[in-house]
Structures are given as C-alpha cells and as structure tokens.
T-cell receptor, first 112, second 111 residues
C-alpha cells in the first residue's frame, strides 16, 4: 500500500532563517506531488505541484521554492523565512489520471 | 477565475442528518471531491463525483449537478466524531490533477 511521510511535524523558526521540509512517498511510482499551505481557520492553498523529477510549477508568487530531486521526494524550501510564512504545510500525492490526492500528516510551522 | 463557496460553520445534533453545500465556478471541470479534516490533522478523502447524481458510501453521500455548479455532502446518523471541517475541492481542466479547495465548513455535532 502507498504511504506518504512528511517531517518534521512541528517547527519553530526565527524570521530570516532558512527552511527545508521534506516529503517522501512509498509504494507508488511517478506520482504527482503537491505542496499546500493552510493558514489558521482557512482553506488549503496550492503552492507547488510536480508531475516528474525536476518539474515544478508554482501557483502563487511567494518566498518559497520547491524541488523534486527524486521520483518520490518533494522538498519545500525558503532561504529567508517571513512571519507570514507561518502555517500548516501539507504534502500530497496523486496517481496520474486520477483526481483524489492523499495527504501527509503536515508540518505546523511557526515563524517567530 | 476559480471560486468555491461553502458555508463557514454548521451545527447539528447527534443522530441527525446534515447537508453541507458547495458551489463552484472553475476553469473546466474534471471532478469534485470531499475531504474531512479534524482539527490539527491532515485532510482525509471522503468522496468523488465526476458525473451528475448521488454517490453513497455508508453514512456519507455526495451529490453533484454539473450544470448548476453545485454539490452537497450528506451525513446521516451523525456521531460526535463527525465534528470536523469538511472541504470541497474541484479538479479543473488543464491536467496535473490539481485540486482547488474551498475554505471548508466547520461542523459541530452536539449531544
């Protein structure tokens, strides 16, 4: 069966520090991968999606970047965090040609 | 543009039935999804509609009308554990299976 791992679960970082969140998927090949952000009490905002290694599409201009160095690995990064980067970050995957996405457990990021 | 609307909050009584509505305007349509999200947790997939009509899965059912840009999630025999946010999401056209989410409906089930 397929599983998705996302870490860390919680993170407190100072303003201006770098960020690296990692997500890996097991049990499937060539998935579509996604990074979403959820502000407190709000819906999910799509940040990045990837259909293959090295292929990244950005949905909104922001202080973040994403990379996909391996088929089942998706990384969210920032060189310098802003207070507004605080939120609940969710990695997700889906099978190509099917719509439903399956989410990792999320990382709650607090920038102080 | 893309717009997905849901009520912000709803309350219901244990054992009752509740209907959560979702209306959408998107660039193309390739399916509508419902997710459940408990506070502080990741969303979990509940249902998928791509054709008009009702899809039933146990206590949960989801309905779709593509011509009206409308869907609802029906929860029967409500239990306290059903207190959660319910997210409506639409897959538009253009490939990549991108899901665009509404803001979610926070459901509180009372004894």
């Amino acid at each position: 069966s397929q599983t998705i791992h996302q870490w860390p679960a919680t993170l407190v970082q100072p303003v201006g520090s770098p960020l690296s969140l990692e997500c890996t998927v097991e049990g499937t090949s060539n998935p579509n991968l996604y990074w979403y952000r959820q502000a407190a009490g709000r819906g999910l905002q799509l940040l990045f999606y990837s259909v293959g290694i090295g292929q990244i599409s950005s949905e909104v201009p922001q202080n973040l970047s994403a990379s996909r160095p391996q088929d089942r690995q998706f990384i969210l990064s920032s060189k310098k965090l802003l207070l507004s980067d605080s939120g609940f970050y969710l990695c997700a995957w889906s099978v190509k040609g099917r719509g439903e996405a399956f989410f990792g457990q999320g990382t709650r990021l607090t920038v102080v | 543009g893309q717009n997905i609307d849901q009520p912000t909050e709803m309350t219901a009584t244990e054992g009752a039935i509740v209907q959560i509505n979702c209306t959408y305007q998107t660039s193309g349509f390739n399916g509508l999804f419902w997710y459940q999200q408990h506070a502080g947790e990741a969303p979990t997939f509940l249902s998928y509609n791509v054709l008009d009509g009702l899809e039933e899965k146990g206590r949960f059912s989801s309905f779709l009308s593509r011509s009206k840009g409308y869907s609802y999630l029906l929860l029967k025999e409500l239990q306290m554990k059903d207190s959660a946010s319910y997210l409506c999401a639409v897959r538009g056209s253009g490939g990549y299976n991108k899901l665009i989410f509404g803001a979610g409906t926070r459901l509180a089930v009372h004894p």
